[in-house]
């Protein structure tokens, strides 16, 4: 499925860098979100957009700043990162914004980073 | 909060044998959905099954289904006839049917072998 487009596939950046992270998404879908994926650990939410609005901010430290300029592309820009940064950072959409429906998400196949 | 709890990190089922992996869930909510996620080697998590809390019916798709008990908050996924391209990583995953929009709570997942 090539519904939701995730750019770049790998991401090696120091700690001083400043990179972003892109999700497109083809779905006609009205919210888009940022999960992070570590090892051993549960997904954990990051980010919610929903119509360009972003909706929840899960306690994420300002080094990552998420940025939805249209409901089909989300940016996640990155800066002064920590080691413990590292992880596949997955981005997904889903039909519906707030509350009804239950419409699952739909998720690219992440990018993989790894801070130095 | 609700949280989502596979207590098997690893399972392995014979080809065309079947395999019952668990999941149990914890809300206070009467209104819910819950999901399966499969993610391969490819990193893309990919939608499995689908429940939705208030039907009694157990969700099947093809060689994949569900045992949800809602009573007992659990939520079982069963494949059939199981292959070789079912290897994967499985996540149960759980999102509030109020003004949740789309948040899903993870499962920590577990590790599906499919053996020749």
């Known amino acids: 499925e090539t519904g939701v487009t995730q750019t770049p596939r790998h991401l090696v950046m120091g700690m001083t860098n400043k990179k972003s992270l892109k999700c497109e998404q083809h779905?006609?879908?009205?919210?888009m979100y940022w999960y992070k994926q570590s090892a051993k650990k549960p997904l954990e939410l990051m980010f919610v957009y929903s119509l360009e609005e972003r909706v929840e901010n899960n306690s994420v430290p300002s080094r990552f700043s998420p940025e939805c300029p249209n409901s089909s592309h989300l940016f996640l820009h990155l800066h002064t990162l920590q080691p413990e940064d590292s992880a596949l950072y997955l981005c997904a959409s889903s039909q519906d914004g707030f509350g009804t429906g239950g419409s699952p998400l739909h998720f690219g196949n992440g990018t993989r980073l790894t801070v130095t | 909060a609700q949280t989502v709890t596979q207590s098997q990190p690893e399972m392995s089922v014979q080809e065309a044998e079947t395999v019952t992996l668990s999941c149990t869930y914890d809300?206070?909510?009467?209104?819910?959905?819950l999901f399966w996620y499969k993610q391969p080697p490819s990193r893309q998590m990919i939608l499995v099954i689908r429940q939705e809390a208030y039907k009694q019916q157990n969700a099947t798709e093809n060689r994949f289904s569900v045992n949800f008990q809602k009573a007992a908050k659990s939520f079982s996924l069963k494949i059939s006839d199981s292959q070789l391209g079912d290897a994967a990583m499985y996540f149960c995953a759980y999102r509030g049917g109020g003004t949740s929009y789309g948040k899903l709570t993870f499962g920590q997942g577990t590790i599906l072998t499919v053996h020749p």
């Open positions: 809300t206070s909510e009467s209104d819910y959905y």
């Open positions: 779905l006609g879908h009205n919210a």
